[in-house]
């Protein structure tokens, strides 16, 4: 071989390279794209559970009352004595999260 036909074969591989690369790239940047998005489905629900959580539980006490989710989360006092399972008369955001997981299906 001589160096023309080397230097052909060098910049033809580094073409390739750089087209492998591009096609990676393009196939790869959308995979992470959707399974971040994917991963960050469940947080906003979680983060808007604890956020009205939050503004509910005047007190701050980490429990919710009756009267506070009357106030504060209607759809919680809708279910309070279910979430409620065993009577305490507070719910929790961990008792929320389970009862609504137990029924959504």
Known sequence: MNFFTTRFFA?????????CLTLAATLVVPFVFVASAVAQGQRPLQQELENRFAAADTNHDGKLTLAEAQAGMPHVAKYFDQIDATHKGYVTVADIEQFFAQHRQ
């Open 11 to 19: 910049e033809k591989e580094m073409k390739l390279k750089h087209v």
